[in-house]
């Protein structure tokens, strides 16, 4: 039997990263005691920090902003190919803005409703939808193709190397033909744990490989050509009493840099590994929803408080930490040239050195959250909030 402060514990934890009780999919068999137990009150002494005045080290600064439709219970993220950011919501509004200058310069109605997010590369966008559904767009809007998959696309799609790259809710990553759409592989991971995270995450890829975390910890390299299987690593290993406490899902993306590969799991730790030896280079116990990134230094993690920590990338040895957004649901980190941007809960861009942590900047948005990482573009990045806010924004010289 779980324990009431164990309970709590993960109640707290889910709150944190801002997972709903629906972000949990399992067996039918437990799924009434699970709702039983989501439904109860999270704990109400749980109050994000309160944001300080900072003393800004950089000018941050705005360069256009967009509007597309929301996300709804989706993670959407925008995408940047051939001086172009593309984005959409989850009423099917594809909108094609210059990146220099916010300018739209092309919009299509597609796929409806639509789920994870928009994809573009050598010429081509691609866009999932929530019964499986991929298409695949000319520069201009025009349709090139579609299919249906076997369930949701709950991640961008990716385009790179003639392939369209599409995972789906059910634990499988296809690779279609982008002239075509005809499947050249599929990957079909085992059965999904009894209780998983409903995760809106895709796949890292790297000199020829693709790398995914799926349930129970596993991190997965397939060879981009063939889907063949060449890594297959445990992150983390389930641990505890019961099913709820042992789920340790890589629910965000893992980073690649000279030959080692980084994940994290929730409930469970980050882990390096040697991409080629598959043998891991060192651990840490920290649990996370949001994810990770990496520089040639040091690897970059949002905890599920919303703590930010740097690791020394050769040994795991902390470097820093910031803990002043702490629970205010801090998406993933994502390094554009000198600065660690975030983004949180209520809207907020946040700037961190990476050599310290120490804040170089902030700048709101809408007042939506912004679940995933900054795109860089020319001159700065962009990010997409919950309700379709699209904002490019710059460090000024």
């Known amino acids: 039997m779980q324990s009431d402060a164990s309970r709590r514990s993960l109640l707290r934890a889910l709150a944190i990263a801002g997972i709903a009780p629906a972000a949990f999919a399992g067996c039918s068999t437990v799924g009434g005691a699970y709702d039983r137990l989501f439904s109860r009150a999270v704990d109400p002494r749980l109050k994000p920090a309160e944001l300080g005045p900072i003393r800004s080290k950089v000018s941050l600064r705005m360069l256009w902003q967009g509007q597309v439709g929301n996300s709804g219970r989706y993670v959407f993220t925008p995408a940047v190919d051939a001086g172009q950011v593309y984005a959409i919501g989850t009423d099917g509004n594809l909108v094609a803005f210059e990146a220099a200058t916010g300018r739209v310069t092309w919009r299509q109605q597609v796929v409806k409703p639509t789920a994870g997010g928009v994809g573009a590369g050598e010429g081509r966008v691609a866009v999932?939808?929530?019964?499986?559904?991929?298409?695949?767009?000319?520069?201009?809007?025009?349709?090139?193709w579609e299919t249906r998959l076997s369930s949701e696309v709950l991640a961008a799609p990716r385009i790179v190397d003639g392939l369209v790259l599409v995972r789906t809710g059910d634990s499988r990553i296809w690779a279609l033909e982008a002239e075509t759409g005809r499947q050249r592989w599929v990957y079909q991971r085992g059965a999904a744990p009894t209780l998983s995270v409903r995760t809106h995450v895709g796949f890292t890829i790297a000199r020829g490989a693709l790398f995914a975390g799926f349930g129970n910890?596993?991190?997965?390299?397939?060879?981009?050509?063939?889907?063949?299987?060449?890594?297959?690593?445990?992150?983390?290993?389930?641990?505890?009493?019961?099913?709820l406490e042992r789920v340790v899902e890589i629910t965000s993306l893992p980073v690649f840099e000279d030959n080692q590969v980084c994940a994290v799991a929730f409930q469970g730790r980050v882990a390096c590994f040697d991409a080629q030896r598959a043998s891991l280079a060192w651990s840490r116990d920290i649990s996370s929803i949001a994810g990770l990134d990496m520089d040639a230094r040091a690897i970059y993690v949002v905890d599920d408080r919303s703590v930010v920590h740097a690791l020394d990338r050769a040994s795991?040895?902390?470097?820093?930490?910031?803990?002043?957004?702490?629970?205010?649901?801090?998406?993933?980190?994502?390094?554009?040239?000198?600065?660690?941007?975030?983004?949180d809960f209520q809207g907020f861009v946040h700037l961190l050195d990476p050599e310290d942590g120490s804040f170089l900047a902030r700048l709101p948005t809408d007042g939506s959250g912004i679940a995933i990482d900054a795109r860089p573009v020319d001159r700065g990045f962009v990010v997409q909030t919950r309700n379709g806010g699209l904002y490019a924004m710059g460090v000024a010289a």
């Open 128 to 144: 999932g939808g929530q019964n499986g559904e991929v298409q695949v767009y000319q520069q201009g809007g025009k349709l090139a």
């Open 217 to 243: 910890g596993r991190l997965i390299g397939l060879d981009l050509k063939t889907g063949a299987v060449g890594l297959d690593v445990a992150v983390a290993l389930p641990r505890g009493a019961t099913e």
């Open 316 to 343: 795991g040895a902390s470097l820093w930490r910031q803990a002043a957004l702490q629970l205010r649901n801090v998406g993933a980190p994502r390094l554009v040239g000198k600065a660690l941007v975030v983004g």
